[in-house]
RNA sequence: GGAGAGGUGGGUGAGUGGCUGAAACCAGCAGUUUGCUAAACUGCCGUAGGGGUAACUCUACCGCAAGUUCGAAUCUUGUCCUCUCCGCCA
């Protein structure tokens, strides 16, 4: 959530940058500001009546000790006078504070100054494009078709064990996976991201730590009988490793990579976006985090788009990046970078990859932060992005590198593999 | 699933109602001294929120929450978590 500092330092500020994503914060950033100062007063009065209270209470120890019973009587009076106005006071105070965060939490992240405007995806700024394109005949196949052709996934079987949007992949089907998913982990390793495995399941707090609760609840699968949840990207468990820390400066910056499974319920998704590998409940997916000063974290940015953007065109994938307009982002990112590849048959582009910057929002709840060469703690920045989801990448492998031979396999991917074609 | 033990500052660990925001030790930081890596000595060494231009000062926090009390790390209740043993099992 955004910072009591950020927002008082300049609320209209703030509320003009919330305007580019669209979310009107006058009401809301006003109020906080106004609670905010009815906090500081209301803790004013509390302390200075809790100091009070503090010294009286020592000098009924002393008189008691003295023997001098009826003083003691008569400052016990007192306190309880002192005490039941006091408590209306931190009633007030824990009122506000609550206020003040249930507020935060419904608002956004601010975006960042490189945020175009926008209000829909269509608004979104294409950056950049690369790989070869293919030329595919009319007839070619959309890859839920070639998966079945190549007995690769068994869609059919997956709602049979547990439903739809739960593949369950087959012999070369399966080995492709788990080729992709050591490509991207050494690839991590190669550009300096220390592995990681979490676990798949968080408890609330880590939930409510990268911010996909208390707004996102829905769309994780919930185990209510422990109060769990099933991990919708290894961005949750690998930030809240950093969870509740001060980071010595000089170990900054943090760069972690972790494979995982991912699980989302995608309430309220149907159609086209949902066939085959389009959309899952279950898939895979290599996640890359940092943790930065805030002053190095938008450079990192830009190595993490270098990074994903170095897998695709070792996947010899046709690729482009969209800067995400203020409509399209997401409620905690301050700006993100979508990679999309092209899937041929389908005559779309996938979404593969996001990559965020966080600034402090998300360590703001974490409280992840750092020593700095002044000797204070200040909130870190944080940083996510796929490097890769697997199931769009296999859908476009498979569309895109179809021939009458068989599907060919990119050479980076052969030696994970151990094959150069699926026939 | 059954039984028990325990949660104190970066770590170890003392502390059963006021003088304890918390001993001591270790680690860390700053300095003094000694002609080697090193040692010794001195000081500092939690987080957060207030007030103050500042020096400084106030408040809260000993898993979490509520309660008893003039006063709680210390007593009561609830809750979460960890560990050990038994059972079951990969």
């Not at 220390?194 to 609840?217: I, R």
């Not at 999309?340 to 360590?363: D, G, H, I, P």
């Not at 920045?381 to 697997?390: E, K, R």
């Amino acid at each position: 959530m955004l910072t009591l500092q950020l927002i008082n330092q300049d609320p209209e500020a703030v509320i003009a940058r919330l305007a580019v994503k669209h979310f009107d914060g006058r009401e809301p950033i006003m109020r906080v500001v106004e609670l905010d100062k009815e906090r500081r007063a209301a803790q004013k009065q509390r302390d200075d009546n809790a100091a009070q209270l503090n010294k009286m209470a020592a000098s009924i120890g002393a008189l008691m000790k003295q023997g001098q019973r009826d003083e003691a009587e008569q400052i016990k009076a007192e306190v309880a006078a002192l005490k039941s106005t006091n408590k209306e006071i931190d009633d007030r105070l824990t009122a506000a504070e609550q206020e003040i965060t249930d507020i935060l939490l419904s608002v956004p992240n601010v975006p960042y100054a490189g945020v175009p405007e926008g209000r829909t995806a269509e608004d979104n700024v294409v950056e950049r494009t690369g790989g070869p394109m293919p030329d595919l005949p009319e007839d070619a196949l959309p890859h839920w078709d070639l998966a079945r052709k190549y007995n690769l996934i068994d869609f059919d079987l997956g709602v049979k064990i547990t439903g739809a949007g739960f593949p369950v992949y087959i012999g070369k089907g399966a080995r492709l996976q788990r080729a992709l998913i050591q490509f991207f982990l050494d690839e991590a390793g190669k550009s300096g991201y220390t592995e990681v495995q979490p676990p798949y399941v968080v408890n609330e707090a880590s939930g409510l730590g990268t911010g996909q609760l208390p707004d996102k609840e829905g769309q994780m699968y919930h185990c209510q009988v422990d109060n769990f949840y099933l991990i919708p990207t290894a961005e949750v468990p690998v930030t809240n490793l950093y969870r509740d820390v001060i980071i010595p400066a000089g170990e900054l910056p943090k760069k972690n990579c972790a494979y995982s499974a991912c699980f989302r319920r995608e309430a309220g998704s149907y159609g086209k976006d949902v066939r085959g590998l389009n959309r899952l409940h279950q898939f895979d997916k290599v996640e890359i985090v940092r943790i930065e000063r805030p002053e190095d974290s938008y450079a990192a940015l830009e190595e993490m788009k270098d990074h994903v953007q170095g897998l695709l065109e070792k996947l010899e994938l046709p690729w482009h990046i969209l800067r995400l307009c203020g409509g399209d982002m997401s409620f905690t990112s301050a700006i993100t970078f979508d990679f999309e590849v092209w899937s041929a048959a389908q005559k779309r582009w996938l979404e593969v990859s996001s990559v965020s910057n966080f600034e402090t929002y998300q360590a703001n709840r974490l409280k992840c932060r750092y020593r700095g060469e002044d000797k204070k703690t200040h909130l870190c920045h944080t940083l996510n992005g796929s490097a890769l989801a697997l199931p769009r990448i296999v859908a476009a492998l498979l569309e895109n590198n179809q021939t009458p031979q068989g599907i060919r396999i990119p050479k980076a991917l052969q030696r994970y593999t151990g094959f150069d074609i699926i026939d």
